[in-house]
């Protein structure tokens, strides 16, 4: 088949891309071309790239018939944010492409009200950041097309994505590296909040792995959204404990109030931490599993273990220790 990919050199692109040319699909990878895909892989030099700059095109009105002249069977619309944006797309593409299937988030869901949060209105409340209630528009829009006799879509909804090239969502929520200095270091850390807050990670190439199962089995995946996770989630003691163990470390918690820990990092940081632990997400993958036959190679904690690796061998994440092979609890 001939597949265009939006935004193919990020994150689930690096993966994905070089899954579908080893299928034998005939790929096109539409991106600005500012980075290069995260695996170096030989098969990318089978793949036609297109420079295109996605929010100006939106914005002309012409990102639509840049993706429709290329004639293709299917496209992955893995940079799409906006409502508006993915409404142009389908009105485009609706008759000319046989399948859309776009990347959404698990922030269409807000805080959680039933656990696991399954697909569907009551596992969760709504969200209420602006990046989740346009994930959840979308994927409401998209399920009304198919429907509706409309463009086959399919919507697909990664966790927090992890993989090497790119620093992790870590044990408390956010992105701060030094996170990692004291936890490799054997240090106390100050932990909002219970400590049984839930995170639900994924690795980039077992979000590809979905996308490609999609792709293949349209059918069952005509007018479905899915969760996209790691067959387990991680609560911040439990990640804790985990990443101190690759250190050889024991983990030291020192409970803190919110407030007091918005006093000791920055308001970035802290309000990273929020989104995610306020959320508790913990999601289910069955309907992936069965409709798709999504089967997930990595749990969260090895996934992190590749990524923090990856940053610490490239000079990138400053650790008190060295860091230990992964080996499964």
């Given amino acids: 088949?001939?597949?265009?990919v939006v935004g193919g050199s990020g994150h689930i692109g690096s993966f994905l891309v070089?899954?579908?040319?080893?299928a034998g699909h005939e790929v096109t990878n539409l991106s600005r071309g500012s980075t290069s895909p995260y695996t170096d892989a030989p098969v990318w030099r089978q793949v036609r790239q297109i420079p295109l700059d996605r929010a100006q095109e939106d914005r002309d009105g012409t990102f639509g018939d840049r993706v429709?002249?290329?004639?293709?069977?299917?496209?992955?619309?893995?940079?799409?944010?906006?409502?508006?944006?993915?409404?142009?797309?389908v009105n485009r593409l609706r008759g000319d492409v046989g399948h859309l299937l776009h990347c959404g988030s698990i922030w269409r869901y807000g805080?959680?009200?039933?656990?696991p949060i399954a697909e569907a209105a009551d596992s969760a409340a709504e969200p209420h950041d602006e990046y989740g209630i346009q994930k959840r528009a979308i994927a409401q829009m998209l399920k009304q097309e198919t429907a509706s006799g409309g463009l086959v879509t399919t919507s697909l909804h990664p966790g927090h994505i992890v993989g090497p090239g790119w620093q992790p969502i870590g044990p408390l929520g956010n992105l701060?590296?030094?996170?990692?200095?004291?936890?490799?270091?054997?240090?106390?850390?100050?932990?909002?909040?219970?400590?049984v807050e839930l995170m639900h990670h994924v690795h980039a190439d077992d979000?590809?792995?979905?996308?490609?199962?999609?792709?293949g089995k349209a059918e069952a995946a005509a007018g479905e959204d899915f969760n996209i996770v790691a067959p387990t989630a991680l609560t911040v003691r439990g990640y804790v404990g985990i990443?101190?163990?690759?250190?050889?470390?024991?983990?030291?918690?020192?409970?803190?109030?919110?407030?007091?820990?918005?006093?000791?990092?920055?308001?970035?940081?802290?309000?990273?931490?929020?989104?995610?632990?306020?959320?508790?997400?913990?999601?289910?993958?069955e309907k992936a599993k069965t409709l798709l036959g999504y089967e997930p190679r990595y749990q969260p904690e090895e996934a992190v273990h590749e990524s923090v690796r990856w940053l610490i061998d490239n000079s990138k994440l400053e650790v008190a220790n060295p860091l230990r092979g992964y080996a499964a609890p």
């Fill in 1 to 4: 088949m001939k597949i265009v």
């Fill in 18 to 22: 070089p899954r579908l040319v080893r």
């Fill in 68 to 89: 429709a002249e290329l004639q293709p069977d299917v496209v992955v619309d893995l940079v799409c944010f906006t409502l508006q944006s993915a409404t142009m797309l």
């Fill in 111 to 115: 805080a959680s009200l039933k656990l």
């Fill in 176 to 195: 701060d590296p030094s996170v990692w200095l004291t936890i490799s270091a054997g240090s106390p850390l100050q932990v909002p909040g219970s400590g």
């Fill in 207 to 215: 979000v590809a792995q979905a996308f490609e199962k999609a792709i």
């Fill in 243 to 285: 990443a101190a163990s690759w250190f050889g470390q024991t983990p030291q918690l020192a409970p803190v109030s919110w407030d007091e820990f918005r006093e000791q990092t920055t308001p970035e940081f802290a309000d990273s931490s929020w989104a995610h632990l306020s959320r508790n997400h913990y999601l289910t993958i």
